[in-house]
């Protein structure tokens, strides 16, 4: 099992005086944590026009953290693919790769936040087709030689020959949890990522269902599957909740008025321990045993993001669970 932590969104919560440059230099200082302390993965998420600061540029933020660190992947996590130019996409990713020396990995996604799709003038409705062309055009970008791809929502000479080429196969990862989402992954993606709202069953049941599509309809080539689950590392299950609930109830209060586009004031109690029993966190060992589940019902092939940037946890306390995870968690589940 492969190891990594992230999601860096740089938000601001309200109770949060800092400027915004200094919430993105604790970013890179916990991206060379993650590095130092020889995890596998290193990732960013990406919204836009949000009122707290949510991270929108993905490819500046990965060329940042290839900048600072040596050896870790680095990748989004995921990239809203619907709203790129795909060939600047392209470019810029191979550049991300060229600096990193080949440790790229360019998750996407479809997206679901009508209000970001109005914004850029995007219709909603052509999400799927325009996911699936930006798949095909970064492909045809980065083989050898020309373009040799006409891309469907972007008016490009197919023979225009896209450069720099990236450092190495830039592996492409969806994302989603429906069935149309996991399938559409099987067949045209390096890899997929199980959202964390998706139990271990969950899980287990879309990965099942992207093996049977590769296998019916024999693709060929590695494909790897990513868990992406929030969580902490703490001295106990107490002290570990306690340091991230106030930035992971934050993040996912967020995320409820993202997905629904209404005002979310308070989370009910109700959701608020629902949440807390989705998540993960506790000592090394408590951490290490439910790392272990994903583990035996998937096998020893995943990569398993452990979400623990939690907006204003503060980043001492972030940079203690990542050593912790690295140096105490890790070894165990390798």
Same mark, same amino acid.
């Given at each position: 099992?492969?190891?990594? +932590?992230?999601?860096?969104?740089?938000?601001?919560?309200?109770?949060?005086?800092?400027?915004?440059?200094?919430?993105?230099?604790?970013?890179?200082?916990?991206?060379?944590?993650?590095?130092?302390?020889?995890?596998?993965?290193?990732?960013?998420?990406? @919204?836009?026009?949000?009122?707290?600061?949510?991270?929108?540029?993905? %490819?500046?933020?990965?060329?940042?953290?290839?900048?600072?660190?040596? =050896?870790? /992947?680095?990748?989004?996590?995921?990239?809203?693919?619907?709203?790129?130019?795909?060939?600047?996409? $392209?470019?810029?990713? $191979?550049?991300?790769?060229?600096?990193?020396?080949?440790?790229? %990995?360019?998750?996407?996604?479809?997206?679901?936040?009508?209000?970001?799709?109005?914004?850029?003038?995007?219709?909603?409705? &052509?999400?799927?087709?325009?996911?699936?062309? +930006?798949?095909? +055009?970064?492909?045809?970008?980065?083989?050898?030689?020309?373009?040799?791809?006409?891309?469907?929502?972007?008016?490009?000479?197919?023979?225009?020959?896209?450069?720099?080429?990236?450092? @190495?196969?830039?592996?492409?990862?969806?994302?989603?949890?429906?069935?149309?989402?996991?399938?559409?992954?099987?067949?045209?993606?390096? $890899?997929?990522?199980?959202?964390?709202?998706?139990?271990?069953?969950?899980?287990?049941?879309?990965?099942?269902?992207?093996?049977?599509?590769?296998? =019916? &309809?024999?693709?060929?080539?590695?494909?790897?599957?990513?868990?992406?689950?929030?969580?902490?590392?703490?001295?106990?299950?107490?002290?570990?909740?306690?340091?991230?609930?106030?930035?992971?109830?934050?993040?996912?209060?967020?995320?409820?008025?993202?997905?629904?586009?209404?005002?979310?004031?308070?989370?009910?109690?109700?959701?608020?321990?629902?949440?807390?029993?989705?998540?993960?966190?506790?000592?090394?060992?408590?951490?290490?045993? /439910?790392?272990?589940?994903?583990?035996? $019902?998937?096998?020893?092939?995943?990569?398993?993001?452990?979400?623990?940037?939690?907006?204003?946890?503060?980043?001492?306390?972030?940079?203690?669970?990542?050593?912790?995870?690295? /140096?105490?968690?890790?070894?165990?589940?390798?």
């Amino acid at each position: 099992m492969q190891l990594g +932590t992230g999601l860096f969104t740089c938000q601001q919560r309200p109770d949060d005086d800092r400027e915004t440059s200094e919430i993105y230099d604790e970013m890179l200082e916990l991206g060379e944590v993650i590095d130092n302390a020889g995890l596998d993965s290193a990732w960013v998420s990406e @919204h836009h026009f949000l009122d707290d600061d949510y991270l929108s540029g993905v %490819t500046p933020a990965l060329g940042a953290l290839a900048a600072v660190t040596d =050896d870790i /992947e680095i990748g989004s996590c995921i990239a809203l693919a619907p709203l790129y130019d795909s060939i600047r996409l $392209a470019e810029d990713i $191979a550049t991300v790769d060229q600096i990193s020396g080949g440790r790229t %990995t360019l998750g996407l996604a479809i997206g679901s936040n009508v209000s970001e799709f109005d914004a850029f003038g995007i219709p909603d409705d &052509e999400r799927a087709e325009r996911l699936v062309d +930006t798949v095909n +055009t970064l492909r045809g970008a980065w083989s050898d030689g020309p373009l040799d791809y006409d891309p469907e929502f972007h008016d490009i000479s197919s023979d225009v020959t896209v450069t720099p080429k990236p450092a @190495h196969d830039v592996p492409l990862m969806l994302g989603g949890a429906s069935r149309p989402a996991v399938r559409r992954a099987a067949r045209t993606a390096d $890899a997929w990522c199980a959202p964390s709202s998706l139990s271990v069953g969950g899980v287990r049941k879309r990965v099942e269902d992207i093996r049977n599509v590769r296998d =019916d &309809e024999d693709i060929e080539g590695d494909f790897q599957v990513y868990v992406l689950q929030h969580g902490f590392v703490g001295d106990s299950r107490e002290d570990a909740w306690e340091r991230m609930r106030d930035g992971y109830l934050y993040i996912q209060r967020r995320y409820e008025e993202i997905f629904s586009g209404e005002t979310v004031a308070e989370l009910d109690e109700d959701r608020k321990q629902e949440l807390k029993e989705q998540a993960i966190f506790g000592t090394p060992e408590q951490v290490t045993a /439910e790392l272990e589940t994903y583990r035996e $019902a998937l096998g020893d092939d995943i990569h398993f993001i452990f979400r623990t940037y939690h907006p204003g946890t503060g980043t001492q306390e972030m940079a203690e669970c990542i050593r912790r995870l690295g /140096e105490e968690v890790q070894p165990k589940v390798r």
